[in-house]
């Protein structure tokens, strides 16, 4: 049982350190099995599996066990059963260490996860569109937002989402099928391979909701492209639900052809944005019942302000934690979690969404047709407010700067009025789609400028 916790916050920490995709494939099923003479055994369903992780991976996993077990680590990998459901997902077979060859059939890849449910998803400000319109689609699938396109970075919820509208309708005796696009990918060109694409396509007559993850993935994949396109039709013109998950939008694809990014936006396009502090808390609150612990508040406010980027590195964080506490069977301090997560604090600190205070501004003043100096003037008019209340809010979610900070850079304002600026944002994205569509566009501006 001890080397499965250790196992567990390993865990934790592999999945900051590789893909999403990877992890899913070769280290989602796996299990800590035994811990003895400096080595450490896990449970893994196939021998290919524990091939490629010893290929691939050994080295980083010795890395990661050494520094949560405190001495230096060997790592073997051994076969051994699993259940069902993971029997159903090691379906899969590895092509080249990087696609998948699909031996199942398609409702095979319909597996839920059960831990992902709505009773399970804190809403906040950062998810209120995409959470209500999945909540609405899961009591009347087919009418309401058909199709739901959420998009969003890695880690913010988009796949936990999937999961809970196909458990609700499923509630309701309809049939919900999940698959990445990875896997519609692969199975489509086994079906091309066999020369039988119209019975793939006829798999999916008798599904009433698809929830289909990560389309990004079919970028510059003409043929599979094709295939969604039709497969869309068919379940919009027979009024069945289709939801769908990516990284952008859909004209942010540039590869996606003019027809398929047009059905995409042909329902509700919703952004879902990294948890913001309030909802950081609310996840680990519910998280840190889940995994039978009760840190002190300050531990839970020192990991929500330094795990902002997504809720898996919040959850890796939290679960590392943990294990560190019941193997060494005290209490942790906010120092000796700042140095169990010292490694893992680098590691977010380097990840993406920073920009400098000046082109944060710059971006929000050139939205707004004004000049930065406009923001940070005394200028009250309605809408140097709503840029400079804009700008606070994104300072705030961006750049996780505290009130103080961001009162400062706009023209000394106290920390009360950017309270109120950041709270006004906040409480307005969630139903005015046109704010929400602006801070989009902001978003892609501050793209445009690292670009250039």
Request: glycine residues 6%; positive net charge.
């Amino acid at each position: 049982m001890q080397a499965d916790k250790i196992w567990q916050a390993a865990l934790g920490e592999l999945q900051l350190q590789v893909s999403k995709a990877n992890y899913n494939t070769w280290l989602k099923d796996s299990r800590g099995l035994d811990y003895n003479n400096g080595v450490f055994s896990v449970a893994v369903p196939t021998a290919f599996i524990a091939e490629w992780l010893k290929s691939r991976l050994h080295s980083v996993v010795c890395r990661i066990l050494a520094g949560i077990i405190g001495r230096n680590v060997d790592v073997v990998f051994q076969v051994q059963a699993v259940d069902q459901a993971s029997k159903a997902r090691a379906g899969l077979m590895a092509d080249g260490g990087t696609s998948l060859k699909v031996r199942e059939p398609a409702a095979r890849a319909s597996f839920l996860n059960p831990k992902y449910t709505f009773h399970s998803f804190v809403a906040g400000d950062c998810n209120r569109l995409p959470y209500t319109a999945a909540i609405e689609i899961s009591g009347n699938p087919g009418f309401a937002f058909n199709p739901l396109y959420i998009y969003g970075g890695t880690g913010t919820g988009k796949t936990h989402l999937l999961h809970a509208i196909g458990h609700a309708v499923r509630s309701l005796d309809l049939s919900a099928m999940y698959l990445s696009a990875e896997q519609f990918t692969n199975e489509f060109i086994v079906a091309i391979r066999n020369k039988n694409p119209e019975e793939f396509r006829y798999r999916f007559s008798d599904i009433d909701v698809l929830l289909l993850d990560d389309i990004q993935f079919l970028s510059c994949k003409t043929q599979t492209q094709e295939c969604i396109f039709h497969i869309l039709n068919d379940f919009l013109a027979a009024s069945k639900q289709v939801v769908i998950t990516c990284d952008r939008t859909p004209r942010d694809i540039t590869s996606f052809n003019v027809r398929l990014c047009s059905r995409l936006e042909g329902g509700l396009v919703a952004d879902i944005c990294p948890p913001d502090h309030k909802t950081r808390l609310a996840i680990l609150e519910l998280k840190s019942k889940a995994l039978a612990t009760d840190f002190d508040a300050s531990i839970l406010d020192f990991l929500a302000t330094h795990f902002y980027h997504s809720v898996r590195e919040l959850e890796g964080a939290l679960i590392k934690l943990s294990t560190y506490s019941r193997l060494r069977g005290g209490n942790l301090d906010v120092n000796s979690a700042k140095q169990l997560l010292g490694d893992m604090i680098s590691v977010s600190k380097q990840s993406v969404g920073y920009h400098p205070a000046s082109t944060l501004i710059r971006a929000v003043a050139d939205y707004y047709a004004l000049s930065p100096e406009d923001i940070t003037s005394k200028k009250r008019d309605l809408r140097t407010s709503r840029a400079r209340h804009v700008a606070m809010y994104l300072m705030r979610q961006q750049n996780h700067c505290n009130f103080a900070e961001i009162g400062q850079v706009l023209g000394n304002r106290d920390h009360s009025t950017v309270i109120h600026g950041c709270q006004k944002i906040s409480s307005e994205i969630g139903t005015d789609s046109q704010l929400s569509k602006s801070i989009e566009d902001i978003r892609i501006l501050l793209k445009s400028y690292n670009s250039n």
